[in-house]
T-cell receptor, first 114, second 109 residues
Framework: IAGITQAPTSQILAAGRRMTLRCTQDMRHNAMYWYRQDLGLGLRLIHYSNTAGTTGKGEVPDGYSVSRANTDDFPLTLASAVPSQTSVYFC?????????????FGSGTRLTVV | GQNIDQPTEMTATEGAIVQINCTYQTSGFNGLFWYQQHAGEAPTFLSYNVLDGLEEKGRFSSFLSRSKGYSYLLLKELQMKDSASYLCAVTDSNYQLIWGAGTKLIIKP
């Protein structure tokens, strides 16, 4: 089934630990995104990639890093987790440059930093 | 700054009609999206408006007025499964999506 796969589904992480959230898509979309969603706030963009080999910072990039070695994979790394990074993280992809198609989202990773 | 406003929560009755409003102030405009998000799930695409007017798709319709920075999502013949959050998002001049906080719609029998 075409779409986006995120892993893990949920995680409890000790503060100070390093963690990588995985995201893989099989739609050959050029653009990929990482968002966090917190209660009462809209989806906030962390990092994005318009095409393989390029990445950019979104609205809330501090404490996070990404890489885009190929079209399909877009992992998000928390170098040293802090409690304020407790959130639901969504990976998304789009055709890129054709906004009318919208974004396809993964099922999300629920992360709790304690 | 960029801002999108939607009501936090609305309640409607099964079988009725509900209109969810969205106003926006963004740097440039390249289209407006509505997404549906059920609790604990990912957002899913509902509609896209780039020109003024009404777009109808089954029980759901979306309206846009660019001069007023305003859109609404109209849901007809409400069903219990329509209970969800509805997210308004605008594509700005850099083709980045700016998201509203969402409107939680509660459907009562």
């Amino acid at each position: 089934i075409a779409g986006i796969t995120q892993a893990p589904t949920s995680q409890i992480l000790a503060a100070g630990r390093r963690m990588t959230l995985r995201c893989t898509q099989d739609m050959r979309h050029n653009a990929m995104y990482w968002y966090r969603q917190d209660l009462g706030l809209g989806l906030r963009l962390i990092h994005y990639s318009n095409t393989a080999g390029t990445t950019g910072k979104g609205e809330v990039p501090d404490g996070y890093s990404v890489s885009r070695a190929n079209t399909d994979d877009f992992p998000l790394t928390l170098a040293s987790a802090v409690p304020s990074q407790t959130s639901v993280y969504f990976c998304a992809s789009s055709e890129g440059g054709t906004p009318g198609f919208g974004y396809t989202f993964g099922s999300g990773t629920r992360l709790t930093v304690v | 700054g960029q801002n999108i406003d939607q009501p936090t929560e609305m309640t409607a009755t099964e079988g009725a009609i509900v209109q969810i409003n969205c106003t926006y102030q963004t740097s440039g405009f390249n289209g407006l999206f509505w997404y549906q998000q059920h609790a604990g799930e990912a957002p899913t695409f509902l509609s896209y408006n780039v020109l003024d007017g009404l777009e109808e798709k089954g029980r759901f319709s979306s309206f846009l007025s660019r001069s007023k920075g305003y859109s609404y999502l109209l849901l007809k013949e409400l069903q219990m499964k329509d209970s969800a959050s509805y997210l308004c998002a605008v594509t700005d001049s850099n083709y980045q999506l700016i998201w509203g906080a969402g409107t939680k719609l509660i459907i009562k029998p």
